[in-house]
Structures are given as C-alpha cells and as structure tokens.
C-alpha cells in the first residue's frame, strides 16, 4: 500500500507551488481591463444618450438670430450633423483617441480647455469637502463604536442618517438663507479680489465655506456609520480578546488593535466616493454659482452644447471608474484576505 502511494506523492511534491506574481498580474489585467470596458461603454451610451434628447442644437445655438433656412444647414454641416449616425460617432472616436473633445457651441472653444479650466475649482471644492467628512466621519465612527449605545452614540448616529438622507442643494438652499448674510453667497472670489497670493487665498477660502460645509453635512454621515459598523465587526474577534489577557489598556488596544482593522472598508470607502463626490457636487455647485463642473454642466444643457455636456459625462465618469480601480488596488494591498483570495 505504501509502495503504491510512493508514485503518487512524488507527482505532487514535483507540482511547482503557484506563482503569486503571475496572480498579481492576472488580478491588475482584470480590474484594468474591466475599467477600460467600463469607459468604452459609458463613451458608447453617452454618444447616443444626448443625440436622443429632444430640441436641435443649431436652432438653440441660433435662437434670437434672424437666420435663414441656407445658414442653419450651413451650420449643421460646419458641426456634422448632416451627416449619417454611425459616421458622426465614428468621427466622434476618433477626435477622442486624439483627445479632441469637439468644439464647444456655447464658448466657441475647445471642449477639453474649457473642462479643464471648470476641474480645478470642482477639485478643490470636493477635494476640501471629502478630507474633512471622512476625518470628522472616522473620528465620530470610532467614538461611537467603541462606547456604542452610549449618549454620544444614539444622538450623533441619529444625527448622520438625517444629513446623509437629505439630498445636498437642499441643504445648499437652508444653509444660504440662515448664513447667507455672514458668508459669500455665490461664486469663487470677489469682483475686487486681491493679487497677491495669501490675501486671494483668504478670499477663496472665505466663499468655499457654505459649499464645503453643505458637503461636509451630506457626506460625513457615511463614514461614520460604516466606520462605526466595521469597529463593531471588530469588537468581539479573539486577537482583542487576547491584547486584553495580556493587560494592555483599553484605549491601546482600541488605537493598535481595533482600529487599523476596522478602516479598511472605510480607507476604500474614501477612494470610491471621490469619484461620486465629483459628480455629486454638480447640484452644490448650481446653488451656490460655483464656477466648476457643475454651473458648466448646467450652462451646456441650457444650450443643448452636445461636445461639452459629452465632455463633462466621460470626466465625470472616468473618475469614478478609476477611483474604484484604485479601491480594489487598495483593499487588495491592505487586506491580506483579498490577497489570499
């Protein structure tokens, strides 16, 4: 009997253990390709979704213009839209492998420029927002999870599921008519803002405090309740049962213990709501004329500017593809489960 197994478990002590790299790399090839599929998908269905909405854009780019049959169908060849479908979406493909966005009705301008110039006061309004929700949402989440159902815990849970249930320009609107009198209510700076670099900074900082404070409101509910429901996940595991045997103090096992464990859905969580921030904060951005993606996107449909509102959509959507690739990424770095998975 021994003598017939001996074949068998030479065979398997020959089988080469797996590859870990040729798993990292098969791991890195599928989130990458399914974002790339992802993008490629989103270009296909935006294309078609504004081509469908009712009005024609060379009537809205001429409304008020006394223009004849001859010079709208001038204009309608200028921006090919008397060409077939297929040929308008193939030209469209190709403008965009040579990052050409198209032409901008509205501005007469290069789509991409203009979206360029719209990002940076979008990123630095959600980029300022996020940072402060997700620091006071984990503080708050951390608190109220290790002295759960304590006073702390029951007003400050309540309090994040109303703001996070209330929808954000609502908030905008409530915020402008208490505090409209004591902060700027509209746009970035001031008509007479100064040059030098820290006195226009102040002035900045002065008109982002209603948008930022709006999105704080809206969004640090999430953190808290996820960080509080994966420090309560963590609670009762054996290895702080264990940092407890061995007499290290409460709050040391809260800080070393519990707490590296329990951000881990919280870390990715950051990473996925940049993207949705970017696009969440159009309607912030409506109510308080803040000069971003947001008041253009609303410019480019009062316009029905096709190019730019496309634009604006595969921005807007490849930030979010990409802020959740980098979540995988990050999980599967942090969390060795996901690795051994």
Same mark, same amino acid.
């Given at each position: ?15 080469p253990p797996p590859s870990r790299g040729g798993g990292v790399v098969r791991y890195l090839l599928a989130k990458v390709g399914g974002a790339v599929m992802s993008v490629l ?82 990123? +630095? =309004?959600?980029?300022?927002?996020? /940072? ?8 708050? $989440? @951390?608190? *109220? ?93 054996d290895y702080l049962t264990t940092a407890r045997a061995k007499g290290l103090r409460d709050d040391l096992v809260r800080r070393r213990h519990a707490l590296p464990n329990a +951000? =881990?859905?919280?870390?990715?969580? /950051? ?8 696009? $969440? @904060?159009? *309607? ?58």
């Amino acid at each position: 009997m021994t003598d017939s197994l001996a074949p068998v478990e030479e065979s398997i002590a020959e089988v080469p253990p797996p590859s870990r790299g040729g798993g990292v790399v098969r791991y890195l090839l599928a989130k990458v390709g399914g974002a790339v599929m992802s993008v490629l998908m989103v270009v296909v269905l935006g294309f078609f979704l504004f081509r469908v909405m009712p009005g024609d854009p060379v009537s809205i780019m001429t409304r008020g213009r006394p223009v004849s049959g001859a010079q709208l169908e001038a204009l309608r060849a200028q921006h090919g839209f008397d060409k077939p479908l297929l040929v308008q979406f193939w030209n469209y493909l190709v403008g965009l492998v040579h990052g050409d966005f198209g032409q901008s009705y509205a501005f007469n301008a290069p789509a991409g420029v203009i979206i360029g110039e719209r990002l940076g006061p979008t990123l +630095l =309004l959600t980029g300022t927002a996020t /940072v402060l929700a997700a620091a006071l949402g984990l503080w708050l $989440g @951390a608190k *109220t999870g290790w002295h759960r159902n304590g006073p702390l815990d029951r007003g400050s849970s309540g309090v994040a599921l109303v703001f996070w249930s209330i929808p954000p320009w609502w908030l905008g609107v409530v915020l402008l008519m208490i505090a409209g009198g004591v902060f700027p209510t509209g746009g970035m700076q001031s008509p007479d803002s100064p040059a030098a670099f820290f006195p226009h900074a102040l002035d900045v900082a002065h008109h982002m405090v209603l948008p930022v404070f709006t999105l704080v409101l809206a969004l640090y509910g999430q953190y808290q309740l996820v960080m509080r429901a994966s420090l309560l996940e963590e609670m009762n595991s054996d290895y702080l049962t264990t940092a407890r045997a061995k007499g290290l103090r409460d709050d040391l096992v809260r800080r070393r213990h519990a707490l590296p464990n329990a +951000l =881990l859905p919280t870390a990715t969580l /950051v990473f996925l709501h940049l993207g949705m921030v970017v696009s $969440g @904060a159009i *309607t912030v951005e409506a109510v308080y004329s803040w000069p971003g993606l947001g008041q253009l996107t609303a410019e480019a449909l009062a316009s029905k500017d096709l190019p730019l509102l496309q634009g604006i959509f595969i921005v807007l959507v490849i930030a979010v593809v990409v802020m959740n690739l980098f979540a995988d990424l990050l999980l599967r770095v942090l969390d060795p489960r996901v690795r051994a998975s």
